[in-house]
């Protein structure tokens, strides 16, 4: 824990040596990295490591009770994974309670040495990671919403690598400054951090060139602002074409619905070098709070660079096609006095998943029964009709229930935002997979006439994508965590000698998981907007997983 002042107000915060926000980890594609994380709170914490893919090593994944106990007070654990295939931004981050508030930080992983990006080198690299703060302790927050039945509060301010911004009265000269060199180019590693909100970031003077999302690379293009919502990475470059001067960088929320938001602009300084520090700084208007518009000019302009050496995989034929609606519902809860004996609630497919007691994974591996189910439904249980009657109920199902993916089939998604209570961006994050975002929509998904506009070439690629508000988005993947033959045999020889180095060489190179899909908005996924896949070679549950490590804490 560690005394932190923000917004003239102090409180303790649980950071990663004593940083907010927290060290980056620097690895290499092809890199395999071990984390020690010994937790000296008195919280039980576990850490995820948010876009890798962790083929095989899915005990190194995270997320408290699906791919592990979390570590308690006083023990530790060491993550092991092995970075095959990929190479980019991404972010890990705590993965129980709200403790994701101050515990994240950025992960870069370079490509491999002497591999040049697909783009030209810039001369300097920078994370900025967009988050909020909360005058109180986060904990108590959620807390305090649970116990009512209501929505928690908002934050305070939104950060920029950690501070509001000179903008914010008692933040003055604490922003974060990012320094130039006129006529240089500047990648900036934009990381969302935020529990709550999808934010807008813009610099002011400056054209964003957007080049890589979730650690995919895209087909380059320039804008003036771009919309990330929590969980996602974005890649810009930035060129210093301005001479000289002071410019304001900024990020402020973006929700296409009447909900309430903190609305404070979190500002930093791009800062030319030999401009005097008194020089007044160049200020931008951000795009509304429901400048839907904006946004969606973004989201229409990214495709998968789709080249030769990083072609898009994107499956053709389908073995899975599921259909989940995600929203909010309302159940009974006779303890909620403020909530007038109800709770709000969130669902997908009407099931409001129960966080188990025994991790998930364990479960699957030591063949434990009576912790989940595997009838997670395909389809809504009733026809979902967006633009029709509202259900009569508003009531969801609770359960502990996955959906059963065969090891290597290939699957296609349709998420739709029910707007049921509040219609809401959703940022649907799966673990373990990268997945190709095909199509998207307002309305009602067509399951006739859309699939016909689906982009089957260049889609992009990514591990979190917005479900419009009041609309749906249409994702493909294929369930083949470890990353495809291909990326084994052909892509990274270090995977190659692994897997033949293994005694089992064929089984070895194919895996089983449990793999956690939820709304990365946290009061959504507190609320039950979450459910996991288990992915099966039909071979025994051992089969492929490597042998949970011997400090994997116990539950
Ligand atoms: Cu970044 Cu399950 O989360």
Redesign the pocket.
């Known amino acids: 824990m560690k005394n932190t002042s923000r917004l003239c107000s102090h409180k303790p915060i649980v950071t990663v040596n004593g940083q907010f926000p927290g060290p980056t980890l620097y690895a290499r594609e092809g890199d395999t990295v071990l984390v020690k994380v010994d937790n000296h709170v008195k919280y039980n914490v576990s850490i ?1 490591w ?1 876009g890798i893919r962790q083929l095989r090593t899915g005990w190194a994944d995270g ?1 408290a009770y699906i791919t592990q106990c979390p570590i308690p007070t006083g023990k530790s654990y060491v993550y092991n994974f092995t970075i095959t295939g990929q190479r980019g931004t991404l972010l890990w ?1 705590a ?1 129980i309670l709200w403790l994701r508030a101050t515990v994240h930080g950025a992960i870069v992983v370079l490509p491999k040495r002497g591999v040049p990006y697909p783009f030209p080198t810039p001369h300097k690299e920078i994370v900025v990671i967009l988050a909020e703060w909360w005058k109180s302790d986060t904990e108590a927050v959620i807390n305090e919403a649970l116990k009512s039945g209501l929505a928690p509060n908002v934050s305070d301010a939104h950060t920029i690598n950690g501070h509001p911004g000179p903008i914010s009265s008692c933040s003055s000269q604490r922003g974060f400054k990012l320094s130039v060199e006129s006529g240089k180019s500047y990648m900036l590693r934009i990381i969302n951090a935020a529990l709550n909100e999808e934010l807008f970031f813009k610099i002011a003077g400056h054209k964003l060139t957007v080049v890589e999302v979730d650690a995919t690379y895209l087909k380059p293009f320039k804008i003036d602002s771009i919309v990330i919502a929590p ?1 996602q990475t974005t890649n810009v470059i930035v060129t210093a074409d301005q001479g000289s001067g002071k410019y304001m960088v900024a990020a402020s929320p973006f929700m296409d619905s009447p909900i309430a938001v903190d609305n404070m602009t979190a500002t930093a300084t791009l800062h030319y070098s030999g401009t005097l520090t008194s020089a007044q700084t160049t200020l931008t208007t951000l795009p509304a709070q429901n400048a839907t518009p904006v946004a969606n000019n973004f989201i229409n302009s990214l495709k998968s660079l789709n080249s030769k050496k990083y072609p898009a995989k994107v499956p053709q034929k389908i073995d899975h096609s599921l259909f989940f609606t995600v929203g909010l519902g309302i159940n009974p809860c006779p303890t909620c006095k403020a909530g007038n004996g109800s709770r709000v609630v969130a669902d997908i497919n009407n099931v409001t998943f129960v966080m188990p007691t025994t991790a998930l994974l364990q479960a699957h591996y030591f063949n434990k029964k009576g912790v989940f189910t595997t009838d997670f439904p395909g389809n809504p249980p009733s026809v979902f009709n967006y633009t029709g009657a509202p259900p009569t109920s508003l009531a969801t199902t609770n359960g502990t229930k996955l959906y059963r993916l065969s090891y290597n089939s290939t699957v296609q998604l349709v998420l739709q935002d029910t707007g049921i209570i509040a219609p809401e961006n959703h940022p649907i ?1 799966l ?1 373990g997979f990268n997945f190709f975002v095909v199509g998207r929509g307002v309305g009602n998904f067509n399951p006739k006439k859309d699939p016909k506009n689906f982009n089957l070439v260049d889609p992009v690629e990514r591990n979190t994508v917005g479900v419009p508000s009041g609309g749906w988005t249409a994702i493909r993947f294929q369930a083949d965590n470890p990353g495809t033959f291909y990326h084994f045999f052909s892509r990274t020889m270090f995977s190659f000698s692994y897997c033949n180095y293994l005694p089992r060489t064929f089984h070895l190179c194919t895996s089983s998981g449990v793999w ?1 899909m ?1 709304c ?1 908005l946290e009061v959504h996924t507190t609320w039950g907007l979450k459910m996991a896949f288990l992915v099966d070679n039909g071979k025994g549950p051992n089969e492929s997983l490597i042998p949970p490590p011997s400090d994997l804490p116990k539950c």
């Open positions: 995820h948010h997320p981050h993965h969980g994050h673990h956690f939820h990365h």
